[in-house]
């Protein structure tokens, strides 16, 4: 009697093999997304936030900041047009379930260079006119960066 790889031509059984892998890959990012409440992500509620335990801290400071009564999370971290907003959040989505999964996260949690980047232009697009002045003291290619200042805005 033959095996059941003997059945199939080389072929056949590497698409066998394939079809199975890409099953199980799929079967286990659809769990994942739903046991980490993915879908809750594509809104603005800042709750959001706290699906990960560790960002309480920054949820609750957000809660006593100056910010809460005008702008959520992503009116500061996340660009304003669709592909950006989402291309942002789906890296940013990426890599907090990788660090958190696997435990690797620091304890002091900062913001990498191309977050700071996008929350520097959200501060000058709803600050546009005290950044117009301020950016009007200094040399053109020497611009101070809002964050550099006042990074513990949203976030006390």
């Not at 100056?66 to 999370?73: G, L, M, N, Q």
């Not at 006119?129 to 006042?150: I, P």
């Amino acid at each position: 009697m033959k095996t059941f790889f003997e059945r199939f031509s080389p072929l056949e059984t590497l698409y066998v093999v394939l079809g199975l892998a890409a099953g199980l890959a799929a079967g286990i990012g659809f769990f994942t997304f739903f046991y980490a409440k993915g879908a809750s992500y594509l809104s603005n509620n800042p709750e959001v936030c706290m699906n990960c335990h560790v960002m309480r801290p920054q949820y609750d400071g957000w809660v006593k900041s100056t910010h809460h009564a005008e702008a959520v999370c992503n009116d500061c971290h996340t660009p304003h047009n669709f592909f950006g907003k989402y291309y942002v959040k789906a890296r940013n989505g990426f890599w907090h379930s990788f660090y958190f999964t696997t435990g690797l996260y620091p304890d002091n949690i900062r913001i990498t260079p191309g977050n700071r980047k996008v929350a520097e232009s959200n501060c000058r697009r709803c600050h546009g006119d005290v950044v117009q002045a301020m950016d009007g003291l200094h040399e053109r290619d020497k611009k101070l960066a809002c964050v550099g200042c006042h990074g513990t805005v949203g976030h006390p």
